[in-house]
């Protein structure tokens, strides 16, 4: 009988108590405790089972849950004697970062103190002990006060690493989930230098200056830069998508995928959600699949959908790919058509760079699961100075569904507008192209341009965001090409119907050139022009379109002004 799939439980005695289905990851129990590291960073995407793990690793080293063998017996950490032994026998000292997504630093350091209340509200009965000094217990009751000093908020988990060390006679584990959350909230809404400063003192005092400190494990999606937060950090062991150490503790493997279907009765599902949900890659292991889509998949009985996707967490991605500038854009253009990018990567995520530079947006993006290495050059295989290339595509189905409707979001705002111009367009209706366009163009020109004064704007930003829309808009029913030069020379896009029988267009954007062109007519006839000159129709003829059937239209850019003309066609 198959076990009850439960979604969303992140509690490791619950999940046990309830008979839910779960994968055994114990085994990262021991992994970890051997490494013998001091101080422990994992990234891995969300949803992977982070939260969870960290809960298996609370409950079974901390003193609260001492002679809880209920929680571990028939597991693969139990087969083990000698961590038998060690079960319940350390003061754990567990917080989470992952609530805290705040629109400022004064909120997100007033719900930093909270936490760090909240902890010590939990050992509040320390103050009864004649362990801790006077001048402890003063420092204990300052921080149950309504507002906390940064200069003890700072100390405060070191600190009272140093209390229960004192209670009990033994070294602390300290375990943060989500380490980064703060962080990519910090640099969406701007303060990110204020909370590093702050972020800085807190783990320098926790995980370095720490003597109360037996180890700690830390999670998150990326590795932020050393620089940044972890300068002071020297005993830090960093496990990243392409470190081999834990590669089969947080997602799900083949065999064990292939196990829940055969066991909930969907076995012959296998092909498909291997397509849909595997592709992830950690270090040498492959084909590790997703946890969070294969529960909700297994939930659902069977249901495909973008479940890890539609969780929350993309808006840092979208605004990285929405802002982009056009070597950004082009290369996300050819990942949405399954193609494969080559990029260096780093995976020290410096946030300070994230923006233009195209190297920290795919780290960022392959740090997040979104993409999967393919192959990469080796250090010996490359000149002394440069950075191994990485060939990088989309992990598997789902992230590229997600992606379709991330730009499909990105023209909510002129949805309609943008709707009408395509039904324009494909109704030859030059009027009606001319005054949609020009209602898309006047937002979205800024929207993919932010923060740029628009007479200093990129015109590739919007142009490029354009045609990602209608390869997002017309999947389906049309493969959307684009054939373009650098520097903006020109910039054509076909659209080649599936059904051969029915229209195809060619659309040739050109910015106007006042200097060459003396009217906004005159840069849409050179459009049409090259058009004919370059016989950009010939493909489609060739791929069995008819001449009748192909439809031409030039497009002419001053700023947020738009011209439309058409070609051999009334």
């Known amino acids: 009988m198959a076990r009850n799939v439960a979604i969303g439980i992140q509690d490791f005695e619950k999940i046990r108590k309830g008979n839910c289905f779960y994968v055994d ?7 970890w405790w051997d490494s013998a590291d001091d101080v422990t960073l994992i990234a891995r995407p969300r949803r992977f089972g982070k939260t969870l793990n960290m809960s298996m690793l609370e409950q079974f080293f901390s003193v609260d849950y001492d002679g809880r063998s209920d929680l571990f017996e028939g597991l693969t950490i139990w087969q083990q004697e000698n961590y038998r032994q060690i079960q319940g026998t350390y003061p754990v000292i567990s917080l989470s970062f992952a609530n805290i997504k705040e629109d400022s630093f004064l909120k997100t350091k007033e719900k930093i103190n909270k936490l760090i209340t909240d902890l010590y509200i939990k050992y509040e009965f320390l103050l009864e002990s004649d362990a801790l000094a006077n001048a402890d217990k003063d420092f204990f009751c300052r921080i149950l006060q309504v507002e906390i000093r940064e200069t003890d908020a700072t100390v405060a988990i070191h600190q009272l690493a140093k209390f229960l060390y004192k209670y009990y006679g033994k070294k602390a584990i300290i375990l943060l989930d989500e380490y980064d959350t703060p962080m990519q909230e910090a640099y969406v809404n701007g303060y990110w230098d204020e909370l590093v400063t702050f972020t800085r003192s807190l783990f320098n005092a926790t995980f370095k200056t720490n003597p109360y400190l037996e180890r700690a494990l830390m999670t998150g999606i990326t590795r932020v830069s050393k620089e940044s937060i972890f300068s002071d950090l020297n005993n ?3 496990v990243t998508a392409t470190s081999d150490e834990y590669a089969t503790s947080f997602g799900f493997t083949e065999d064990e995928v292939f196990a829940a279907l055969e066991e909930c009765g969907l076995g012959e ?20 699949y997703n946890p969070w889509s294969v529960l909700n998949f297994l939930d659902t009985n069977g249901v495909y959908d973008t479940y890890w996707a539609n969780t929350s967490g ?16 082009l290369s996300f253009e050819a990942l949405l058509k399954g193609e494969i990018i080559s990029s260096p990567v780093e995976e020290q995520i410096v946030y300070s760079q994230l923006g233009d530079n195209e190297m920290a947006v795919w780290s960022l993006l392959l740090a997040s699961g979104y993409l999967k290495v393919i192959e990469y050059e ?42 009408d111009f395509v039904l324009a367009m494909f109704c030859n209706d030059i009027e009606e192209m001319n005054a949609y366009m020009n209602k898309v163009t006047r937002i979205m020109f800024s929207y993919f341009d932010t923060g740029r004064n628009a007479e200093e704007a990129e015109p590739e930003r ?28 020109r910039y054509d896009v076909m659209l080649e119907p599936c059904d051969k029988s029915k229209k195809a267009y060619i659309l040739e954007f050109k910015v106007h050139k006042p200097k060459r062109e003396k009217t906004m007519e005159e840069t849409v006839e050179n459009a049409l022009k090259q058009i004919e000159e370059k016989q950009y129709e010939a493909d489609l003829i060739a791929r069995g379109i008819p001449k009748e059937n192909i439809y031409k239209y030039g497009f002419a850019f001053r700023g947020k002004e738009v011209l439309i003309g058409n070609g051999n066609h009334s």
């Open 236 to 238: 830090l062991k960093v």
């Open 462 to 489: 919007f142009y490029h965001g354009f045609v990602l829309g209608l390869m997002a808009e017309l999947s389906g029913e049309y493969v959307v090409t684009s054939n373009r030069e650098s520097g903006f020379g």
């Open 378 to 419: 080796k250090q010996n295989q490359i000149p002394i100075g440069r950075k191994p290339n990485y060939k990088l595509m989309l992990t598997n189905g789902e992230v590229r569904r997600m992606f379709y409707s991330m730009v499909h979001d990105w023209f909510m705002e002129t949805e309609s507008d943008y709707n």
């Open 314 to 329: 993309n808006r840092l991605v979208g605004k990285l790919l929405q802002e982009g500038n056009k070597r950004i854009k």
């Open 25 to 31: 990851k114990t085994h990262f129990i021991k992994e």
């Open 269 to 288: 599902h296998k092909d498909g959600v291997k397509a849909w949900y595997d592709g992830f890659i950690f270090g040498k292991q492959g084909d590790i």
